[in-house]
């Protein structure tokens, strides 16, 4: 696609529910970021893809944050058994290598709130 | 290790005046740095980049950022503000040693007077 696409825009689910949050990338884009942006604070980074592998997934928070990449396209990050403190709007980049020299696209996040 | 310091959660400008949004990073090896521009209810938009070519880096919308290494500082301005410059904007720092992930800094909320 033209930019990197997600899904749903907002999302409003009770405590305790799983979500799934979708990254569409542009086309071709080898790396996918997964990034989470609190209120009032910066970016969180939560895990990066290379094609469909994971070399770092070091900013996950929890057991209960997982994600995953098939086709070197589409990518899914599932919260189980969501809690309050996972309110945020959650951001996804993708990049044909790496930020240096191609620097992030990023689409216009998944606002998430947990009642 | 790396890390960005962004001094001023808002900073307040009238139309016409200088911007100066400011931003420290920490790195054990050469940075390279970044500055994204993000308006309301969109995604972040890199504004422009440092990675060693010139110290002087100009970007988009008539923003310019200098690296200065002495200080260890990339602050963003740009000479005359316009309505349209507010926004937040947030610094950024990779290292680029094998974690290809960026570091952000807290953001800076800019708003322009008329």
């Known amino acids: 696609g033209a930019g990197v696409s997600q899904s749903p825009s907002n999302k409003v689910t009770e405590k305790g529910k799983d979500v799934e949050l979708r990254c569409d990338p542009i086309?071709?884009?080898?790396?996918l970021y997964w990034y989470r942006q609190s209120l009032g604070q910066g970016l969180e980074f939560l895990i990066y893809?290379?094609?469909?592998?994971?070399?770092?997934k070091s900013g996950l928070p929890s057991d209960r944050f997982s994600a995953e990449r098939t086709g070197g396209s589409v990518s899914t990050l599932t919260i189980q058994r969501t809690q309050q403190e996972d309110s945020a709007v959650y951001l996804c980049?993708?990049?044909?290598?790496?930020?240096?020299?191609?620097?992030?696209?990023f689409g216009s996040g998944t606002r998430l709130t947990v009642v | 290790a790396q890390s960005v310091t962004q001094l001023g959660s808002h900073v307040s400008v009238s139309e016409g005046a200088l911007v100066l949004l400011r931003c420290n990073y920490s790195?054990?090896?050469?940075?390279?740095l970044f500055w994204y521009v993000q308006y309301p209810n969109q995604g972040l938009q890199l504004l422009l980049k440092?990675?060693?070519?010139?110290?002087l880096v100009k970007g988009i919308n008539g923003f310019e950022a200098e690296f200065k290494k002495s200080e260890t500082s990339f602050h963003l301005t740009k000479p005359s503000a316009h309505m349209s410059d507010a926004a937040e904007y947030f610094c950024?720092?990779?290292?680029?040693?094998?974690?290809?992930?960026?570091?952000f800094g807290s953001g800076t909320r800019l708003q322009v007077q008329p």
């Open positions: 790195s054990s090896v050469p940075p390279y």
């Open positions: 980049a993708s990049s044909l290598g790496g930020p240096t020299n191609y620097g992030y696209t």
């Open positions: 893809f290379q094609g469909n592998s994971a070399p770092d």
């Open positions: 950024a720092v990779s290292s680029d040693t094998g974690r290809r992930a960026l570091t």
């Open positions: 440092y990675t060693s070519a010139a110290t």
């Open positions: 086309s071709g884009h080898t790396a």
